[in-house]
């Protein structure tokens, strides 16, 4: 088992920036891929970015690339979602997750990740 903390959320105007951070407990952290998710009310759960367990390897949605970088700290264990530019649209509860059957992968289905955090929540006022 591993445990999955997020924290970092806020209130920020838009064109503003936040960093989330994602720790974990338990089992080794660097077996993991690990994914950011989020989702916004009325709206289902949608990939943000993921990363190679050793963080080589990043892939990001389309409508989040050029603003979030995802990257990790395994020495840490944490997880980072660093996101610039916010708009109103990226207003939702932020969620990050592990994946430890594909951890040389970066797979975007929620139903691939094994362990989930209680969520962040982050809105951008325009």
């Known amino acids: 088992q591993v445990q999955l903390e997020e924290s970092g959320g806020g209130l920020v105007q838009a064109g503003g920036s936040l960093r989330l951070s994602c720790t974990a407990s338990?089992?080794?952290?660097?077996?993991?891929?690990m994914g950011w998710f989020r989702q916004a009310p009325g709206k289902e759960r949608e990939f943000v970015a993921g990363?190679?367990?050793?963080?080589?390897?990043?892939y990001y949605a389309d409508s989040v690339k050029g603003r979030f970088t995802i990257d990790r700290d395994n020495a840490k264990n944490t997880v980072y979602l660093q996101m610039n530019s916010l708009i109103s649209e990226d207003t939702a509860v932020y969620y990050c997750?592990?994946?430890?059957?594909?951890?040389?992968?970066?797979?975007?289905?929620?139903?691939?990740?094994?362990?989930w955090g209680q969520g962040t929540q982050v809105t951008v006022s325009s």
């Open positions: 338990g089992r080794t952290f660097s077996s993991y891929a």
């Open positions: 997750a592990a994946n430890s059957r594909f951890p040389t992968a970066i797979v975007t289905g929620s139903r691939l990740y094994d362990y």
């Open positions: 990363i190679h367990w050793s963080g080589g390897n990043t």
